[in-house]
């Protein structure tokens, strides 16, 4: 019943709507002004774009200062200031730009509103001004385009040494994590070893995995280098950190990965924010199925002495698993028993 | 036929039209060959899936906006896409983002912009008879139509259309198991691109032909209206780049169905390892922004040439700097084949080629940056008039702006780490390429509306039309770029499972009703658009007084366009407002001799090379007979 109340509800304005637009119409055609191309709503679409630009600059310019630290999110890694830094530089200069541009787009359309009285202006072409709006624009493009390079240049340069190796693959929908363990290597993988327990698909015969750890939380080191070594099993997917300004896809059959340095501890974090639970998330930003939007792992960043105590505590894969044992060749047992952790 | 036709213009524009012969109701309105009814063909079928295509906006923008509400109501609609507690399916969700950006990027604002205005424009703004050949036109339309067919059938397919974006990466969309979009869904999706391609590519190659070889005597490349120009080079970038997603489309047809390994290698899913080895996803990522890539200029082209026109007329001003409109243009074209790579920064691209890409990309901002100038120079001291296809035009060079400059953050590979695939990229793209285009196209209808359909449209309507769309895209898209900022991913189902995403359900729900709300303002211009093709006011031949050709030409135009010769052309096309002549416009078809008054000292040499090819005319005309 409430539905057909609505039904007739949107009926009656609609007819409304369309008898004051017949009667406008009418009264149009007996005054004459239906003839005219130039009419008295010529100078209010004009007055329009002065009262838009106003609004316009108006509620974005308020939006924008007001709500200045909720789109801003605080950052967490060394490149990532870099980046913040040349994002908001570009944003002072297109934003100018931006500015001047379209008040002047409004404001001449408004200005030069037609009068019967004026003619327009003859005026085809100037090579001098053609001349400067091509090499200012290139000039100011070249300088963001420098700073831009030279920084991509450092955050895609080759990982320091002694940076903590940690594998990422994706799958769906969620993320696995493994460690490089006390050797920081992270071992060979093969993607037809992969079984319900070795997510990884490790290959038993390289013996850096047998120190391998998996890790439920993606732990890193506060100011030490950690080199993410990304790849998926199945589909694409995307290894995301909002606040380290880390991403870079996963990809299936080409590992991928991506060198940073955290700089705030996830405790400094929680003080700067005034959120005692806060934590660092990883999300994934390559649409990979219905799960897609699900993809969540917690990121958690140590002070680096307690990240070396949390990692001599964790447990090798292997030793969690013995089963898998069998998959290590002979000659290697022993080192495997010893390295995993199973006999000590 | 038209072929005939065509021949018959190229040598003697002989007197063949008077007679108009009758044809059947299918020849004349279903398998037309005629250009006009062809264009109107792709314009109605652009409106049918814009509404579509925006519909299913509506929709996923319930979803984000709205994500506790009980969305029930659209059971009969949606049938079990909507859960038993009443809320979207996931799966579906990215179905309906998918189609949303392949209706839209494809099927409005390709086939419906340049099909329609390049269709209805070129052989009436060049003075030509028809297309090079009305035959392969028609089969354009009519291949694209089959395309669209095949997508329609797509929705209503029990495992859903295709869902993996509409940029259908591999191996999402090579595994057939892999989500149950991209079993049958994706499989029409793909048969529908390889119609829709073959589609654009008759249309492309007749839009060339016809530039290059049909124009009247005198137009010349450098008389051409910057509309011409526009749809001259979408058709060259069109040709160039759609047979390369064709091949990306057929190595994916061959990786699903074939068991080759183009794209896919090492890959365990659902408890098996795939045999394929040694292909790569990002091969299939270079083929696909190798289109995808020109295609943004493809559907902005031709909406920046129908504003240049429109601005020029409006302003009753020649266009600023045509001469460098033009440069731009074939700048924009080159360079949209040599930045494709910049959608692919952070895919595992060689961080080298980010670099060499990054500086392509940023070149590509000079030409645009230039359009933009010359329009801003073209209204300063004009004498403007708002008619709704001005308003439009006068919009689009604000969102091209603004859609724009966020293109010189993420052209930057250090600053697109951060914002690639955020709302950032959606709200830039939306501006720049979808709100410009769609403002070009429905300029473009206002504009050439008295032309299509001898009636005008009713410009109150238009005003309130425009201030309503105006307003909305900047609602729905400016706020996106807080969101992105912020870093909330694209494709999202929902925010709630993130803390750093959870913020600006406020702001996400102030989008969603924009977005709703501009949506139902179309209908204003649905019902202008309809009434005014049966009830609207007569047209008048000229009623924006303009300089083009197609006024010169009945209001209600047969078929062959003119009655009687075709006009010569003597003039560029934007001699509005010249010092010194009686009205505020001189078209092309007045020679240069009949206003001495206005002539500048170059156009007065004109003189004497006019009266030389009058004579050759009569010389070879007496030859000929």
Known sequence: MFGLYIALAILLVLGILLLIFRVTRLVGIVKGTGEKVVTDSNNVNAAMMIVFMVLFFGIAGWYSYVNFDAYDPPVASEHGELTDKLFWRTMWITGIVFAITNILLFYFSWKYRYSAKRKATFYPHNNKLEFIWTGVPAIVLTWLVISGWMAWDGIMSEAPEESEQIEIMGYQFQWSIRYGGVDNQVGDYDYRLIDAVNAHGQDLSDRSNYDDFISNNLVIPKGDPVLLKIRARDVLHSVFIPHMRVKMDAVPGMPTQFWFVANKSTDEMRVEEGNPDFNYELACTEVCGGGHFSMKKRVVVLEPAAYAEWKIDQKSWLSKNPQYLSQVPENLKELALVTAGINE | ?625
């Open chain 2, 1 to 625: 036929m038209a072929t005939e036709v065509a021949q018959i213009d190229v040598q003697v524009q002989e007197d063949h039209h008077d007679h108009d012969h009758e044809q059947s109701y299918i020849s004349k309105y279903i398998f037309s060959t005629d250009h006009k009814t062809i264009a109107k063909q792709f314009l109605i079928t652009g409106i049918f899936w814009a509404i579509i295509g925006a519909a299913m906006s509506a929709i996923f923008r319930l979803q984000l906006g709205f994500p506790e509400a009980d969305l029930g109501w659209l059971k009969p609609l949606l049938g079990r896409w909507i859960t038993e507690t009443g809320q979207l399916d996931q799966e579906f969700y990215l179905a309906l983002v998918t189609m949303h950006g392949t209706i839209m990027v494809f099927f409005v604002l390709t086939a419906g912009l340049s099909g329609t205005f390049s269709n209805f424009l070129i052989p009436l703004q060049i003075g030509a008879r028809d297309m090079a050949s009305g035959f392969m036109n028609m089969l354009s339309y009519w291949f694209f139509f089959v395309s669209g067919v095949i997508m329609f059938i797509s929705l209503f397919l029990e495992t859903g259309p295709a869902s993996g974006g509409w940029v259908v990466y591999p191996p999402l969309s090579a595994i057939q198991t892999a989500m149950p979009g991209s079993g049958m869904g994706m499989t029409l999706w793909l048969i529908a691109m390889v119609f829709f391609i073959a589609s654009s590519l008759l249309g492309g190659i007749n839009y060339i032909s016809t530039v290059v070889n049909l124009r009247t005597k005198g137009m010349t490349f450098s008389r051409l209206p910057l509309t011409i120009w526009a749809f001259f080079l979408t058709a060259v970038i069109g040709v160039l780049a759609f047979p390369v997603l064709f091949a990306a489309a057929l190595l994916l047809v061959f990786d699903r169905s074939f068991g080759t390994s183009f794209y896919l290698s090492e890959i365990y899913i659902q408890g098996e390892a795939l045999s394929n080895v040694g292909g790569s996803p990002i091969l299939y990522q270079h083929l696909f922004w190798f289109l995808g890539h020109p295609e943004v200029y493809i559907v902005l082209l031709p909406a920046l040439g129908i504003t240049s026109e429109i601005i020029a007329t409006n302003s009753r001003k020649p266009i600023f700097g045509y001469k460098a409109m033009i440069v731009s243009m074939l700048g924009i074209t080159f360079l949209s084949f040599i930045v494709w790579a910049h959608h692919m920064f952070v895919s595992g691209l060689n961080p080298f080629l980010g670099s060499i890409f990054m500086f392509l990309t940023l070149i590509i901002a000079v030409p645009s940056a230039v359009k933009v100038f010359n329009y801003l120079t073209t209204l300063w001291k004009g004498n403007i008039i708002f008619t709704p296809a001005m308003l439009f035009s006068i919009g689009l060079v604000s969102v091209f702006i603004s859609g724009g400059i966020t293109g010189i953050f993420l052209g930057n590979s250090a600053i697109d780490i951060q914002l690639h695939d955020t709302y950032f990229v959606v709200a830039h793209f939306h501006l720049v390429m979808g709100a410009a285009s769609a403002f070009g196209l429905l300029a473009g209808v206002y504009h050439w509306f008295p032309k299509m359909f001898g009636r005008m449209m009713d410009a109150k309507l238009g005003y309130i039309h425009f201030w309503l769309t105006f307003i909305g895209i900047y609602s729905v898209f400016f706020p996106m770029h807080y969101i992105g900022i912020a870093g909330f991913p694209r494709r999202y189902y929902s925010f709630t499972n993130f803390d750093a995403f959870s913020g600006f359900t406020d702001l996400n729900q102030f989008i969603s009703i924009a977005a709703i709300a501009t949506f139902f303002g179309q209908f204003i211009f649905l019902f202008n658009f309809f009434y005014s093709m049966y009830r609207g006011r007569k047209a008048t031949s000229n009623p924006w007084k303009s300089n083009t050709l197609e006024w010169t030409t009945p209001i209600n135009p047969g078929h062959g366009n003119w009655e009687g010769e075709i006009p010569e052309v003597y003039r560029w096309p934007y001699d509005y407002s010249k010092p010194g002549a009686e009205d505020d416009f001189i078209p092309q078809t007045v020679p240069f001799s009949e206003t001495m008054e206005s002539n500048l000292p170059h156009e007065n040499d004109m003189i004497a090379l006019e009266k030389e090819q009058a004579e050759e005319i009569i010389v070879n005309e007496s030859a000929g007979h």
